[in-house]
């Protein structure tokens, strides 16, 4: 349900930040104790003395971006001013970073090869085999992320913020606008696949905004009660393994088709001797995890 009486057009709830004074005063609040100044302050940080002109920008935002508290006269930021600011700061808009080569303390389940970690901002985070040639993990990741990081630990980051992105679409809120999720399995030769090399892959596309991605059937698996359960039993921790090192997420040979319409997918989680076999129905939920025979 929504009510529509107060909404703007996107195109000018955009036009209302169209202006260096009014992001500066978005900035001013965010960097503020409690994200919150007096009148007289605030002008002061934005360092504008034209006070009409700050006046006039200041009241664009107010009631949408920010609040005003007229008794103790105190603008504060509101949640959508939060969300510019996180616009800004996660630097997606205005920071091109690269990482070029970073050597991962993993190897290629396939040739034993150390794997390596390349970033930069337009074509996302990528774990690859260089032996292989191949992708094993490639997912956008904001620049933001990159802050007192080393190589190292960028990678360990974008391996956790790629992980719960996918938890959540899976879950059927979507990362970006918590919308529904759509989710279907795709043939795994798909453009902008987050994995290459694999039979088929998980199509998640929200139905509101612009998020989709492609990702592994294997993780769907990670948070699943029943695998984390007999990866413990087996000493495996999941939460300690990065999605490159879990062979039931990365390695095409833990994947089985045997129907394509509709599609029958299954996924062999293997922990030292023992192995069990994950059951897809064709809605991407897993309807069974039995022990291989
Ligand atoms: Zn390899
Ligand atoms: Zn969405």
């Given amino acids: 349900m929504t009510d529509d009486s107060t909404d703007l ?7 209302l930040l169209g202006h260096d004074l009014r992001v500066d005063i978005l900035l001013a609040l965010s960097d503020a104790d409690n994200r919150s100044l007096p009148f007289t302050e605030l002008r002061q940080r934005v360092d504008e003395r034209d006070s009409g002109k700050f006046n006039y920008h200041l009241s664009k935002l107010v009631d949408r971006f920010i609040a005003h508290n007229e008794d103790a006269d105190e ?8 969300r510019v600011i996180d ?9 091109q970073v690269t990482i070029a080569n970073v050597r991962l303390d993993a190897t290629c389940h396939d040739c034993g090869s150390q794997l390596r970690f390349d970033y930069d901002t337009i074509n ?5 085999c260089p032996s292989c040639d191949r992708l094993l ?4 990741f904001d620049p933001g992320g ?34 529904h999720v759509d989710a279907a399995f795709v043939d795994g030769s798909v453009d902008e696949a987050a994995t290459h090399g694999l039979p088929v892959l998980v199509d998640f596309d929200c139905t509101q905004c612009s ?10 698996l990670v948070t699943h009660p029943d695998v984390v359960a007999f990866l413990t039993e087996n000493g495996i921790d999941a939460r300690e393994r990065r999605l490159w090192e879990l062979p039931f997420v990365v390695d095409p040979g833990a994947i089985t088709v045997t129907e394509t319409d509709p599609w029958q997918v299954a996924v062999t989680v293997a922990a030292d001797d023992a192995a069990r076999r994950a059951v897809f129905d064709d809605a991407v939920s897993v309807a069974s995890f039995d022990v291989v025979r």
């Fill in 146 to 179: 990159l802050t007192d990081r080393d190589g190292q630990s960028v990678a360990v980051a974008f391996d956790r913020r790629t992980r719960s992105t996918w938890e959540r679409a899976r879950a059927d809120v979507c990362p970006v606008c918590s919308g």
């Fill in 87 to 95: 616009a800004i700061e996660n630097g997606v808009f205005h920071e």
């Fill in 137 to 140: 993990i490639g997912f956008p």
């Fill in 211 to 220: 998020f989709f991605c492609h990702v592994p059937p294997g993780a769907m």
């Fill in 9 to 15: 057009s996107p195109h000018d709830a955009f036009a």
């Fill in 75 to 82: 603008y504060r930021l509101l949640y959508p001013g939060h």
């Fill in 124 to 128: 996302a985070g990528r774990v690859s």
